[in-house]
């Protein structure tokens, strides 16, 4: 790991998972043959099948909304995963923060280095605490800030009386649904409890996103800053400045060419970079045959071609 740099590009982490991924689909041998840095990110080629050449973009829409303390933290988690010989993506919440004294730092480590398996990915979860209390005995309905509050409507008339709910600590939910539920149950039989009117704390997990890069060093992947319209604009706005960077590849007589962006999202189906894409000027994206988002650890397709359109992807000729 001497040649290592920190804290580590995002754009390399979302190369390797977009390579796993076209490997796989695509059942061809692929290997980088080039990469380089640019104001956008990382371009480069891959050899698909040993004789296709495919041009790629990884546009890094995070560096634009990182800070000098974030980077810091990066740089303290990374090193730590390096040394312990790990090989990780670790998908940060939008605007969770992260630790950089102890004992926090040790305890997030620990975390990622038992990640349970979960869908092809794994999660890392981080012990936080919920803060319950009932604030009138009329109405039915709870009050939600934080992590919970897309699920405010499912406590509707299961709660005797009004409350407060401040899940600010928990940013990301666990994929399992059978968790989920059971969470939700405790808040439940918690409203029943006689100290309610005085609060109680309910302890929960925050779940983060990890992938396994298999060689090559670990890196933390996210962004301080929480989601808001604010944000949401200014990410259409960082967008379009980077695929205007990124247009000059298209140029290139190569056999295919593929846009990877990679963001920061609290839940990969959740994602805002799609949502983004298609609300801009194709013009600006239109010279690519696919179009990858990564984000939350998945490698989710905008713009995948038909079969048997790229030349690797040929129906072979019957004999």
Not at 140 to 149: F, N, P
Not at 178 to 197: F, G
Not at 243 to 269: F, M
Request: charged share 25%; net charge negative; aromatic share 6%.
């Amino acid at each position: 790991m001497s040649d290592r740099t920190y804290p580590a590009d995002p754009t390399d982490a979302a190369l390797r998972l977009f390579v796993r991924w076209f490997g796989g689909h695509y059942a061809r041998a692929v290997r980088v043959v080039d990469r380089a840095p640019s104001e956008f990110g990382l371009r480069g080629h891959l050899s698909v099948g040993r004789q296709w050449n495919l041009a790629f973009a990884v546009v890094n829409t995070l560096a634009s909304e990182s800070t000098v303390a974030y980077e810091a933290a990066r740089t303290a988690i990374e090193t730590r995963l390096d040394a312990g010989g790990k090989s990780l993506a670790v998908w940060v919440p939008r605007g969770a923060p992260l630790p950089t004294d102890e004992p926090d730092l040790s305890q997030l480590i620990a975390a990622i280095e038992t990640a349970k398996d979960v869908n092809g990915r794994k999660e890392a979860r981080l012990p936080v605490s919920l803060y319950f209390r009932r604030t009138s005995n009329t109405g039915s309905v709870v009050t939600i800030l934080g992590g919970l509050a897309a699920s405010w409507a499912q406590f509707t008339n299961r709660v005797p009386g009004s409350f407060q709910l401040n899940s600010s600590d928990l940013y990301r939910l666990p994929a399992n649904e059978e968790e989920r539920d059971e969470l939700a149950e405790r808040i439940v039989v918690a409203a029943q409890q006689p100290d309610i009117d005085e609060g109680v704390v309910i302890p929960a997990e925050d779940a983060w996103s990890i992938n396994d890069l298999e060689d090559g060093g670990s890196c933390v992947i996210g962004s301080p800053r929480p989601e808001s319209d604010e944000q949401s604009a200014a990410l259409r706005r960082n967008l379009r400045t980077l695929l205007r960077q990124a247009a000059p590849a298209l140029t290139e007589k190569v056999d295919a060419k593929a846009l990877i962006v990679v963001g920061a999202a609290t839940y990969a189906d959740e994602e805002k970079l799609s949502w983004a894409l298609r609300g801009m000027d194709p013009a600006l994206y239109a010279g690519y045959d696919i179009i990858a988002v990564v984000a939350d650890g998945v490698v989710k397709l905008l713009l995948k071609p038909g079969p048997s359109t790229l030349p690797w992807d040929q129906q072979m000729p019957a004999r």
